[in-house]
């Protein structure tokens, strides 16, 4: 990896590390838990975010196998059974956003559904992964990336 890549993927974790905190201390006094917890809830999501970068910078540096032949069974078996319930999570979402009468329920309830609907696509991608028991290259990180971004770097995204 180059270290340009490195250096940028770093400053990208900081970045979204700044977003969680900013985001937990704006509501730490905030009484209204619906503003609250729909604050935090994207708090939550920079810190997966700032996760999933480092998680990056660890397979780009160290390009070692992804997992053991045990670790990926039982893997396979877990994100097997994980991919069934965000299956029925994403039927169950989407059919209560349409159902839904008020727009902040059918905004929330829509945006569960797409975050659900991305969780599946990524839990599929990394279980081909898991049963290749291969190293993951850089360019296999980037297009896996790159596939499932919403805005594939547009403005929005």
């Given at each position: 990896?180059?270290?340009?890549?490195?250096?940028?993927?770093?400053?990208?974790?900081?970045?979204?590390?700044?977003?969680?905190e900013l985001?937990?201390?704006?509501v730490a006094?905030?009484?209204?838990?619906?503003?609250?917890?729909?604050?935090?809830?994207i708090?939550?999501?920079?810190?997966?975010?700032?996760?999933?970068l480092?998680?990056?910078?660890?397979?780009?540096?160290?390009?070692?196998p992804?997992?053991?032949?045990?670790?990926?069974?039982?893997?396979?078996?877990?994100?097997?059974?994980?991919?069934?319930i965000?299956?029925?999570?994403?039927?169950?979402?989407?059919?209560?956003?349409?159902?839904a009468?008020?727009?902040?329920?059918?905004?929330?309830?829509?945006?569960?559904?797409?975050?659900?609907k991305?969780?599946?696509?990524?839990?599929?991608?990394?279980?081909?992964?898991?049963?290749?028991?291969?190293?993951?290259?850089?360019q296999?990180?980037?297009?896996?990336?790159?596939?499932?971004?919403?805005?594939?770097g547009?403005?929005?995204?």
């Amino acid at each position: 990896m180059s270290e340009g890549l490195k250096e940028k993927l770093e400053s990208y974790i900081q970045v979204e590390m700044r977003i969680a905190e900013l985001s937990e201390k704006s509501v730490a006094k905030v009484k209204n838990m619906v503003i609250k917890e729909l604050i935090e809830s994207i708090a939550l999501d920079s810190r997966k975010h700032a996760g999933m970068l480092r998680a990056l910078v660890a397979l780009l540096e160290h390009k070692a196998p992804f997992m053991s032949e045990d670790e990926a069974r039982e893997v396979a078996a877990a994100i097997r059974e994980h991919i069934k319930i965000e299956e029925e999570a994403i039927e169950h979402y989407t059919k209560q956003a349409e159902q839904a009468e008020s727009k902040p329920l059918k905004t929330i309830l829509s945006y569960i559904a797409e975050d659900e609907k991305r969780h599946h696509m990524l839990l599929k991608a990394i279980s081909e992964m898991a049963a290749k028991r291969e190293t993951l290259t850089e360019q296999m990180i980037w297009d896996l990336l790159w596939k499932y971004t919403l805005w594939h770097g547009a403005p929005g995204g």
